[in-house]
Nanobody
Framework: QLQASGGGSVQAGGSLRLSCAAS????????MGWFRQAPGKEREFVAA????????AYADSVKGRFTISRANARNTVSLQMNSLKPEDTAVYYC????????????????WGQGTQVTVSS
């Protein structure tokens, strides 16, 4: 299971830190990703990190503002979001992939329930 937390409401320019706790089968050697879905839009890739934590990937829209990290000893993955913009408003989902780091939602095997992030101007 994946449990996402840390969402909330913040003004533009502010920061939030999302966390995703993995348990059970998803507590193993999985590559992790964050996606988001705004109302009326498709789910989009935000960031991903390999199991080792060595390799990361970011969507161009968040590069330089968001940082993905993981603590395998605690089976957690975090997404530090700085300089938030109103267009970052969405439900954020964490996901786990077996095959490798990927930007494609269809390649992820497990999904968390989502946490709402709202950024006001």
């Amino acid at each position: 299971q994946l449990q996402a937390s840390g969402g909330g409401s913040v003004q533009a320019g502010g920061s939030l830190r999302l966390s995703c706790a993995a348990s059970g089968r998803t507590g193993g050697n999985y590559h992790m990703g964050w996606f988001r879905q705004a109302p009326g839009k498709e789910r989009e890739f935000v960031a991903a990190i390999t199991w080792s934590g060595i390799t990361t990937a970011y969507a161009d829209s968040v590069k330089g503002r968001f940082t993905i990290s993981r603590a395998n000893a605690r089976n957690t993955v975090s997404l530090q979001m700085n300089s938030l913009k109103p267009e970052d408003t969405a439900v954020y989902y964490c996901a786990a992939a077996v095959r490798g780091i990927t930007r494609q939602a269809g390649n992820y095997d497990y999904w968390g329930q989502g946490t709402q992030v709202t950024v006001s101007s």
